[in-house]
């Protein structure tokens, strides 16, 4: 299936802990992003990469740090986790470059709980 | 500032019957607007994208449309289903030094009542 997936589904996990949600898209697309959508179902973007490449980071704690293996993959690591974290996460991807948005597709969501 | 307006926060139609979801925007520069149906745990999905010249696009029984000079769109909803319970979300796409910046509204939570 040609998708955006996110893995783990559900994470729970104590304060304090360090962890990663992954995030992999096989449709070709250039650009991936990382969302993050609090208790009001408010979406907020976090990160970017184009290529590889870092283009959109916005203000989030440096205990969040994304990481780009290759373009297919965008994953994100999340140090000392904080109750604040618990929140869902939403891998995206695009095409590159695209001013009309088209083909802009989201994963299914990481819930991450922090207790 | 950017900012995406949705109303209203929430709604609960009978199945069936139709209803119209609102949105009002500030952002500029303006590059195109879209719909998304969020599935309770799942990702949102697209329903349409509309650009500056596009007063209505429809999408099945998704009917949008856009007034860019009062900067508004709706989401009209007909003969609505009880899989229409959803989010819907309003994204307001501003063209940024060659980039795309999405500004997200907080939704309307539709519920679809048999």
């Known amino acids: 299936d040609t998708a955006v997936s996110q893995t783990p589904k559900y994470l729970v996990t104590q304060m304090g802990n360090d962890k990663s949600i992954k995030c992999e898209q096989n449709?070709?697309?250039?650009?991936m992003y990382w969302y993050k959508q609090d208790s009001k179902k408010f979406l907020k973007i976090m990160f970017s990469?184009?290529?590889?490449?870092?283009?959109i980071n916005e203000t989030v704690p440096n205990r969040f740090s994304p990481k780009s293996p290759d373009k297919a993959h965008l994953n994100l690591h999340i140090n000392s986790l904080e109750l604040g974290d618990s929140a869902v996460y939403f891998c995206?991807?695009?095409?590159?470059?695209?001013?009309f948005g088209y083909g802009y597709t989201f994963g299914s969501g990481t819930r991450l709980t922090v207790v | 500032k950017n900012q995406v307006e949705q109303s209203p926060q929430s709604l609960i139609i009978l199945e069936g019957k139709n209803c119209t979801l609102q949105?009002?925007?500030?952002?500029?520069?303006?590059?195109?607007l879209r719909w998304y149906k969020q599935d309770t745990g799942r990702g949102p999905v697209s329903l349409t994208i509309?650009?500056?010249?596009?007063n209505t696009k429809s999408n099945g029984r998704y009917t949008a449309t856009l007034d860019a000079d009062t900067k508004q769109s709706s989401l009209h909803i007909t003969a609505s289903q009880l899989s229409d319970s959803a989010s819907y979300i309003c994204?307001?796409?501003?063209?940024?030094?060659?980039?795309?910046?999405?500004?997200f509204g907080t939704g309307t939570r539709l519920l679809v009542s048999p």
């Open positions: 449709l070709g697309h250039d650009t």
């Open positions: 990469y184009n290529n590889k490449e870092l283009i």
């Open positions: 509309m650009t500056f010249s596009e």
């Open positions: 994204v307001v796409s501003a063209m940024n030094t060659g980039f795309q910046k999405l500004v």
């Open positions: 995206a991807s695009s095409p590159s470059a695209v001013p």
């Open positions: 949105c009002n925007y500030t952002v500029s520069p303006f590059s195109n």
